[in-house]
């Protein structure tokens, strides 16, 4: 169920359109979902000083209104690993189209995973799951449910992944937390329903899926026109 800073957050999103990364984010949290340790920074001395807090190295995003795809741009910017690397990649990002800060993040590992949805005209709520990060784009490795789903769903669609085998250890690599993973698609697909009204799709990617849990690493959330 919404809470009333999550219908805030919805609310502030109407003027752009979409969410913003840190909304977006905060918005998770409220719902009970894994999120990095973050901070929306809007001068240098709070960047560094979140960095320095939480432990370099860090990944320092751009937020501005007007860049939803944040790495086309050059947005995006992983192992940030001192102050002065953090002073040189907030003074680039300040150089964007409507800055508005920058979002520093702790860095979490794991396999990239993808869960989306989206809203179909006809069939409502539409949940999405697959190998995330730049390889979704390459193998479209993905499996689609209609919401809401029940943990047999969930596990449906985690098997019927042709690259499933990363997910369980592939060559002795490390085993993903399948019941975190499991519990957070449920949850998903509960907020996915509960926002159906007001929102047009959802991408999380990548989710770093690890033995000790599942993370939101991106997020964009598009409302409906």
């Known amino acids: 169920m919404l809470t009333k800073e999550m219908g805030n957050l919805l609310q502030s ?26 901070r929306w ?19 320092m995003k751009i937020v501005s209104p007007r860049v939803i795809h944040k790495s086309e741009v050059g947005g995006v910017v ?15 990002l300040s150089l964007i189209e409507g800055f508005e800060g ?21 069939f409502g709520p539409i949940i999405l799951l697959g190998i995330g990060g730049t390889a979704t784009e390459i193998y479209h490795d993905v499996s689609l449910a209609m919401a809401p789903l029940c943990e047999i769903d969930v596990e449906k669609m985690i098997r019927s992944l042709k690259a499933v085998s990363l997910l369980e250890g592939f060559r002795g690599s490390e085993r993903v937390n399948m019941d975190t993973l499991k519990k957070l698609v449920i949850s998903f697909s509960e907020l996915v329903m ?7 799709s959802i991408d999380l990617n990548p989710v770093m899926c690890s033995a000790e849990g599942c993370v939101i690493a991106d997020a964009r959330i598009m409302m409906r026109r």
């Not at 992983?78 to 680039?92: E, H």
């Not at 509960?194 to 047009?200: C, Q, S, T």
Request: aromatic residues 8%; contains cysteine.
């Open 194 to 200: 509960d926002l159906g009204d007001v929102i047009e």
């Open 78 to 92: 992983v192992g940030v690993s001192d102050d002065a690397s953090c002073a040189k990649t907030f003074n680039r």
């Open 41 to 59: 920074a809007k001068t240098l001395e709070e960047a560094g000083s979140f960095s320095r807090e939480v432990g370099y190295p860090v990944v």
């Open 102 to 122: 920058v979002l520093v993040e702790e860095m979490v590992k794991g396999v990239e995973i993808i869960i989306g949805a989206t809203i179909d005209n006809q």
């Open 13 to 38: 999103a109407q003027t752009h359109g979409w969410i913003m990364e840190p909304y977006a984010k905060r918005l998770f949290a409220l719902a009970g979902i894994d999120v990095p340790l973050f």
